[in-house]
């Protein structure tokens, strides 16, 4: 069984800090997906990371692929209110999505 | 892309009823999700919604109590019957475009009283 496991679970930051949520797997994936979900919506595509060792940049939002593609970081530079949400990671399974266990962030203006 | 409407996007429902949530996509993709989350939590898979045949569900979830429709390439619904409080939670579909990304509806808040 294909599992994503995230850490932290939870954090609440204050405004300005830097954080790095992890997502870790025991299982290869050909490609990772981070999503952001805000209440009320449904969760929305941040970034896809296909390259082991792969690193991108979302303005202040830095996503790395792990060389053996088992994990990914998402790390966030100067955390603002704005980027209060739900943070999942996502890789594809046999025939549907296998989401990670959610990272809550909370930046405090 | 797709884009997915999803309604109702709230209801307070007594136990023992059921309620039918509707999902439709504006093109047409061969599979559809329907998933289960808990407000803050990560997302449960309930099951998969294919274009004529029985839908696929996954561990803990059975056909009795949530049974699901999916009668063309755009379209599905998903019952939630006999509920009880425990059933209260966000439902989401979603569809999956591979090689691209998933998307989803806005999402179902059920309370059950």
New interface residues.
């Given amino acids: 069984t294909q599992l994503l496991e995230q850490s932290p679970q939870f954090l609440s930051i204050q405004e300005g800090e830097n954080l790095t949520v992890y997502c870790n797997s025991s299982s290869v994936f050909s490609s990772l997906q981070w999503y952001r979900q805000e209440p009320g919506e449904g969760p929305v595509l941040l970034v896809t990371v296909v390259t082991g060792g792969e690193v991108k940049k979302l303005k202040r939002l830095t996503f790395q692929f792990g060389d053996a593609r088992k994990d990914s970081s998402l790390h966030i530079t100067a955390a603002q209110p704005g980027d209060t949400g739900l943070y999942l990671c996502a890789g594809e399974g046999t025939y549907k999505y296998i989401f990670g266990t959610g990272t809550r962030l909370k930046v405090l203006a | 892309s797709a884009v997915?409407s999803q309604k109702p996007s709230r209801d307070i429902c007594q136990r023992g009823t059921s309620l039918t949530i509707q999902c439709q996509v504006d093109s047409q993709v061969t599979?559809m999700?329907w998933y289960r989350q808990q407000?803050?939590?990560?997302?449960t898979?309930i099951a998969?919604a294919n274009q004529g045949s029985e839908a696929t569900y996954e561990s803990g979830f059975v056909i009795d109590k949530f049974p699901i429709s999916r009668p063309n390439l755009t379209f599905s619904t998903l019952t939630v019957s006999n509920m009880s409080p425990e059933d209260s939670s966000i439902y989401?579909c979603?569809v999956?475009l591979?090689n691209t990304?998933?998307?989803?509806?806005?999402?179902t808040?059920l309370t059950v009283v």
Avoid: K, V, Y
Wanted: charged share 10%; proline share 9%.
């Fill in positions: 997915i599979m999700f407000p803050g939590q990560s997302l898979l998969t989401l979603s999956w591979p990304e998933a998307f989803f509806g806005q999402g808040r």
